[in-house]
């Protein structure tokens, strides 16, 4: 069964910073992409980050570059969102979600991915 669990949103002021992780279960053979997402209230889903399993290569959406670091721990099986440099605009919920048998990432339409988690709230605000 496949599972994605993301934890470690919250409340911080701006330019503060947060750690979010995401916890993969039943599917960790073979290769594919973890993509990290955010919806704000009243805007549409977009994409991150993203980061693939067979050559460790990472993407960036433009506003969160220099600031954001994706990152994989493989005997965790956990991928995790440094975010540094908070702004209100980061607010959002978080989802990390996966695209299977990808070996690159490829992009950030979210019906490309297979299986998303349950989301974790940031909040940036004084």
């Known amino acids: 069964q496949v599972q994605l669990v993301e934890s470690g949103g919250g409340l911080v002021q701006p330019g503060g910073s947060l750690r979010l992780s995401c916890t993969a279960s039943?599917?960790?053979?073979?290769?594919?992409?973890i993509g990290w997402f955010r919806q704000a209230p009243g805007k549409e889903r977009e994409g991150v980050s993203c980061?693939?399993?067979?050559?460790?290569?990472?993407d960036y959406r433009d506003s969160v570059k220099g600031r954001f670091t994706i990152s994989r721990d493989n005997a965790k099986n956990t991928f995790y969102l440094q975010m540094n440099s908070l702004k209100p605009e980061d607010t959002a919920v978080y989802y990390c979600a996966v695209q299977m048998a990808a070996y690159y990432c490829s992009g950030y339409v979210p019906y490309n991915y297979d299986y998303w988690g349950q989301g974790t709230q940031v909040t940036v605000s004084s």
């Open positions: 039943g599917f960790t053979e073979g290769y594919y992409a």
């Open positions: 980061i693939s399993t067979m050559d460790g290569s990472t």
